[in-house]
């Protein structure tokens, strides 16, 4: 696919103004801007596609369980992202620093995400459920500004395991054309 000057210039203002203005951006390297490019075009279709327009914490539950009652969860199939989250939220017996910066909700399910991080849980409704609620805070918390308080650092992993997540759903559950 070629791009032509006028597109090269419109993506090079938006990151030289980035670059220029936004704390931190400067020192991100391209594979995690990338990842977070991704993510904001992956949730949109997501939350288009999957979730109507329109997602919250309870409806994204609903989902789920639809999912499970339909027997089209396939839980198995993002055991690796919830693998990578577990590492990241869970370490040597207890909660790592990170897990609270997730800033979960009453309506995150908190301490279903917390069992099943801990490996307490391993219901197949619930990894879902769990892994989808940390995407949910991901995603609240890069369109909120949450993540710029530490300049969206050490995010590239976060948003590649999310990015898949989001990717698999749509190709299970979203209208692809």
Same mark, same amino acid.
């Given at each position: @696919? !070629?791009?032509?000057?006028?597109?090269?210039?419109?993506?090079?203002?938006?990151?030289?103004?980035?670059?220029?203005?936004?704390?931190? /951006?400067?020192? *991100?390297?391209?594979?995690?801007?990338?990842?977070? %490019?991704? %993510?904001?075009?992956?949730?949109?279709? /997501?939350? =288009?596609?999957? @979730?109507?327009? /329109?997602?919250?914490?309870?409806?994204?539950?609903?989902?789920?369980? =639809?999912?499970? =009652?339909?027997?089209? *969860?396939?839980?198995?199939?993002?055991?690796?992202? $919830?693998?990578? %989250?577990?590492?990241?939220?869970?370490?040597?017996?207890? *909660? !790592?620093? +990170?897990?609270? %910066?997730?800033?979960?909700?009453?309506?995150? +399910?908190?301490? *279903?995400?917390?069992?099943?991080?801990?490996?307490?849980?391993?219901?197949?409704?619930?990894? @879902?459920?769990?892994?989808? @609620?940390?995407?949910?805070?991901?995603?609240?918390?890069? /369109? +909120?500004? =949450?993540?710029?308080?530490? &300049?969206?650092?050490? #995010? &590239?992993?976060?948003?590649? +395991?999310?990015? !898949?997540?989001?990717? &698999?759903?749509?190709?299970?559950?979203? #209208? $692809?054309?």
């Amino acid at each position: @696919m !070629t791009i032509c000057n006028d597109e090269k210039e419109e993506r090079g203002v938006s990151e030289e103004w980035l670059e220029a203005r936004a704390p931190g /951006f400067s020192d *991100l390297p391209e594979p995690d801007r990338r990842a977070i %490019f991704d %993510f904001a075009f992956l949730w949109s279709l /997501f939350e =288009a596609q999957v @979730m109507g327009n /329109f997602a919250r914490a309870d409806r994204i539950r609903e989902k789920v369980d =639809a999912w499970a =009652a339909a027997g089209t *969860l396939g839980a198995d199939l993002y055991d690796a992202e $919830l693998s990578y %989250f577990r590492r990241r939220y869970f370490a040597d017996g207890k *909660l !790592t620093r +990170h897990f609270p %910066f997730l800033d979960l909700r009453r309506s995150d +399910h908190p301490d *279903l995400v917390q069992a099943v991080v801990e490996g307490a849980n391993n219901d197949p409704r619930d990894r @879902m459920l769990a892994l989808l @609620m940390i995407v949910w805070r991901l995603r609240n918390n890069l /369109f +909120h500004g =949450a993540k710029w308080a530490y &300049r969206l650092r050490d #995010q &590239r992993e976060n948003f590649s +395991h999310a990015n !898949t997540v989001l990717m &698999r759903l749509l190709e299970r559950h979203g #209208q $692809l054309g």
